[in-house]
């Protein structure tokens, strides 16, 4: 009976969205234009320090591969 229930919810949820999104279109697109920048600003910064962090490693790595050459000689 859960499973029903879970179901019912769902469909009752999917067309009081597809209404409110039909009914607040203009209010909609602007809560859409209000977060679109920080969005876009957060998606940089997480793409800067990955980009960063991946360049730490890769030195890190780079050094470790020149001590152990080191230590083989």
């Known amino acids: 009976m859960g499973k029903f229930i879970t179901v019912l919810g769902g469909l009752i949820s999917i067309i009081l969205g ?7 279109w203009d209010s909609f697109v602007i809560l859409l234009k209000g ?6 600003i957060l998606g940089g910064l997480a793409a800067l320090f990955a980009g960063i ?3 730490k490693d890769y030195s890190q790595a780079k050094k470790e591969e020149a ?4 230590e083989k000689k």
Do not use: D, F, M, R
């Open 67 to 70: 001590k152990n050459k080191e």
């Open 18 to 24: 597809a209404w409110g999104l039909i009914t607040w």
């Open 35 to 40: 977060c679109v920048p920080p969005i876009l």
């Open 53 to 55: 962090s991946e360049i």
